[in-house]
């Protein structure tokens, strides 16, 4: 397994539409897309710049994982995603390497794709997701 390209920065944020106008107003970029992932506790908004993006992630409540990573750190990054062919492979290449994952199964998130997490603890203190792209 190898991963493809970087997909996305995910960076956890209060105000999404404050965020939003940030961006806009500093960098010159603008969401193509914005949904919520009830699943995940977010509304997410993602920003092209190249061929990543900028996902940016409010929490929908105080008690779902990025409301309590916002209150205990603040706002700031929270994850890099990266894109593979194919997940399942990917999973299961790192179970055989001991790596330690949150999601031992793909899941659902925005735009539909199929991701999975892996601990920070795992590598370089660093919450790592797996994207999967059509090829
Ligand atoms: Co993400």
């Given at each position: 397994?190898?991963?493809?390209?970087?997909d996305h920065?995910?960076?956890a944020?209060?105000?999404?539409?404050?965020?939003?106008?940030?961006?806009?107003?500093r960098?010159?970029?603008?969401?193509m897309?914005?949904?919520v992932?009830d699943?995940?506790g977010v509304e997410?908004a993602?920003?092209p710049?190249g061929?990543?993006?900028?996902q940016?992630?409010?929490?929908l409540?105080?008690?779902t994982?990025?409301?309590?990573?916002?209150a205990?750190?603040?706002e700031?990054?929270?994850?890099v995603?990266?894109?593979?062919?194919?997940?399942?492979?990917?999973?299961?290449?790192l179970?055989?390497q001991?790596?330690?994952l949150i999601?031992?199964?793909?899941?659902?998130?925005?735009r539909?794709?199929?991701i999975?997490?892996?601990?920070?603890?795992?590598?370089?203190?660093?919450l790592t997701?797996?994207?999967e792209?059509?090829d």
């Amino acid at each position: 397994m190898k991963l493809l390209n970087l997909d996305h920065v995910g960076i956890a944020v209060r105000d999404l539409d404050e965020a939003i106008a940030g961006y806009a107003d500093r960098y010159g970029v603008e969401p193509m897309h914005r949904e919520v992932v009830d699943p995940q506790g977010v509304e997410e908004a993602m920003i092209p710049v190249g061929g990543s993006f900028i996902q940016l992630l409010q929490p929908l409540g105080p008690d779902t994982p990025v409301g309590r990573f916002v209150a205990s750190r603040g706002e700031g990054l929270h994850h890099v995603a990266y894109a593979v062919t194919d997940i399942v492979t990917a999973l299961s290449h790192l179970e055989e390497q001991g790596a330690e994952l949150i999601d031992r199964e793909p899941r659902i998130g925005g735009r539909g794709a199929r991701i999975a997490f892996v601990h920070p603890k795992d590598l370089a203190g660093t919450l790592t997701e797996l994207v999967e792209v059509a090829d």
